[in-house]
Structure formats: structure tokens, C-alpha cells
């Protein structure tokens, strides 16, 4: 079975521009979950979404936005990107949205904010 | 607030050492309590988790942690450490609703031959 993958896994941007990164959840995988991971503040939770719907979201300003689609899959997108965006962004998928069952992690996508 | 503490930011050890790494938590109910592995440019692998019961809970990787409600703690422990356990750890909360997990900062971790 494949696992999480998530897309570009590089990314580099000029502050003001916007960036949406990828995450196909492993297959079958309902829940998606988003967390931004930065030397300063560590993993921080920035949404969870299932069946298409926000079900949870950190405290994110609202450049951060997410959307699931109908095959699970789910993209979060930032707008007028800081430099203090510049981080690893890890999605993590899960059958249900019970923490019963194992959340899986992708690879993360790195973004530079320059 | 939920909130996990790992006081240790970085620990060496010799190979074939023992390892522990601290982790402690602020909840008011009992958590569901996580311990993952980052190797560089890798996500997170779960190396083991507490929903309830035996309090030693056996994980991969031949490591194990345990529970203590009265202290708060979910210490991760290895007895033997080798070259390729050298990783990012994180200690995690997660509630009994929703995916949302609450991470420590981290404890970096070297092995020395």
C-alpha cells in the first residue's frame, strides 16, 4: 500500500505570493491533517479535514486555508506568504477520525519564503 | 491547555547505551499519549502509543515507554541504543475526538560509536 505522499517537496517563493502544496492520503484514508514544523515553534496543528469537511483548525491567521476533495485527497493553500512561513508542512492521513487508529505522515513539503 | 513538555532538547549517547527521553504532559483527563521518530527529510514514523491498560507499552524499533499518571510522564526508553536510532523524537498528546495532536518540542538525538 502506498503511503502519504505529498507534493512539491520542494518549493521556494517571494513574500506576497500564494503557494498551494498537496497531500494524497494513503488509500481508503478519510482523515487529513495538516501541522507546520519550524525550528522556533515546533509541529503546530493547522486543520483537519474528513469527508470534505474542516472538522478542527489551529490557530492560524486565515492566509492558511485548506480543502479536501472527494477522493481524500487535500490541499492547504497560503496566501501572501512571510518570511516566517518558511517551513516543513506535514499532512497526515488516518482511516477515521479517532486517534485509534494510526496517523500516517508524508514526507512534508519544504517551503522557503524569500 | 493541552500542552507537552520534553526538557531534554538534545541527548548523546554511546551505542549500546540505554536511552531514556522525558516527556511530560498537561491534560485534565487521561490523553491518548504518542512517541514519533523523525529521521532528516523523513515525515514522522510512530514508534508507540498509550490509549489505556498496561501502562508499559512496547513499541518498534525495540523501544517502550511508560505511563505515569501521577506524574504526568510518558518517558520513552531504550535499552540498547544503536547507530540508526540517532533521530528527532517527539512526544505527543492527542484527545479521544478529532485527529488533532499536541507535540513537544523535540529531543534531538546522537549516537556516538
Known amino acids: 500500500k502506498a503511503g502519504v505522499t505529498q507534493t512539491p517537496r520542494y518549493l521556494i517563493k517571494t513574500r506576497g505570493q500564494q503557494v498551494t502544496l498537496s497531500c494524497s492520503p494513503i488509500s481508503g484514508h478519510r482523515s487529513v491533517s495538516w501541522y507546520q514544523q519550524t525550528p522556533g515553534q515546533g509541529l503546530q496543528f493547522l486543520f483537519e479535514y474528513f469527508s470534505e469537511t474542516q472538522r478542527n483548525k489551529g490557530n492560524f491567521p486565515g492566509r492558511f486555508s485548506g480543502r479536501q476533495f472527494s477522493n481524500s485527497r487535500s490541499e492547504m493553500n497560503v496566501s501572501t506568504l512571510e518570511l516566517g512561513d518558511s517551513a516543513l508542512y506535514l499532512c497526515a492521513s488516518s482511516y477515521r477520525r479517532t486517534q485509534t487508529y494510526e496517523q500516517y505522515f508524508g514526507p512534508g513539503t519544504r517551503l522557503t519564503v524569500t | 491547555a493541552q500542552s507537552v513538555t520534553q526538557p531534554d532538547i538534545h541527548i548523546t549517547v554511546s551505542e549500546g547505551a540505554s536511552l531514556e527521553l522525558r516527556c511530560n504532559y498537561s491534560?485534565?483527563?487521561?490523553?491518548?499519549l504518542f512517541w514519533y521518530v523523525q529521521s532528516p527529510g523523513q515525515g514522522l514514523q510512530l514508534l508507540l502509543k498509550?490509549?489505556?491498560?498496561?501502562?508499559l507499552v512496547q513499541g518498534i524499533k525495540g523501544f517502550e515507554a511508560e505511563f505515569k499518571r501521577s506524574q504526568s510522564s510518558f518517558n520513552l526508553r531504550k535499552p540498547s541504543v544503536h547507530w540508526s536510532d540517532a533521530a528527532e523524537y517527539f512526544c505527543?498528546?492527542?484527545?479521544?475526538?478529532?485527529?488533532?495532536?499536541?507535540f513537544g518540542t523535540g529531543t534531538s538525538l546522537t549516537v556516538i560509536p
Open positions: 505527543a498528546v492527542g484527545l479521544n475526538t478529532g485527529n488533532q495532536f499536541y
Open positions: 491534560y485534565g483527563a487521561t490523553p491518548y
Open positions: 498509550y490509549f489505556s491498560g498496561d501502562t
